[in-house]
């Protein structure tokens, strides 16, 4: 069993920044890919970022420039640093870990509220 906390969502005005954190405890005998989904209400979810466990990341376009994602495997947390936030970047961010090496599965967090005020 693998479970994510997640940390860090809110309400901020467009051109405020927030830091997303997601905690994974369990069983993490190798954890591979860690990432942020996001679902505005209406539209359909989107990967925002992810990061390998080597650390080469991938993000959508419509973020490029103004988040950072990082991880600290130490710690088998992930990190999502938003900057410059417009109103469209209002959704419920979800973290998930790709954990396992033959066999691998992806788990959720819970969700947390970023809203952006314009």
């Known amino acids: 069993q693998v479970d994510l906390v997640e940390s860090g969502g809110g309400l901020v005005q467009a051109g405020g920044s927030l830091r997303l954190s997601c905690a994974a405890s369990g069983r993490l005998f190798s954890i591979n890919r860690m990432g942020w989904y996001r679902q505005a209400p209406g539209k359909q979810r989107e990967l925002v970022a992810d990061?390998?466990?080597?650390?080469?990341?991938n993000y959508v376009d419509s973020v490029k420039g103004r988040f950072t994602i990082s991880r600290d495997n130490a710690k088998n947390t992930v990190y999502l640093q938003m900057n410059s936030l417009k109103p469209e970047d209002t959704a419920i961010y979800s973290c998930y870990v790709n954990v396992g090496m033959v066999t691998s599965r992806n788990y959720w967090g819970q969700g947390t509220q970023v809203t952006v005020s314009s």
């Open positions: 990061i390998t466990s080597g650390g080469m990341t």
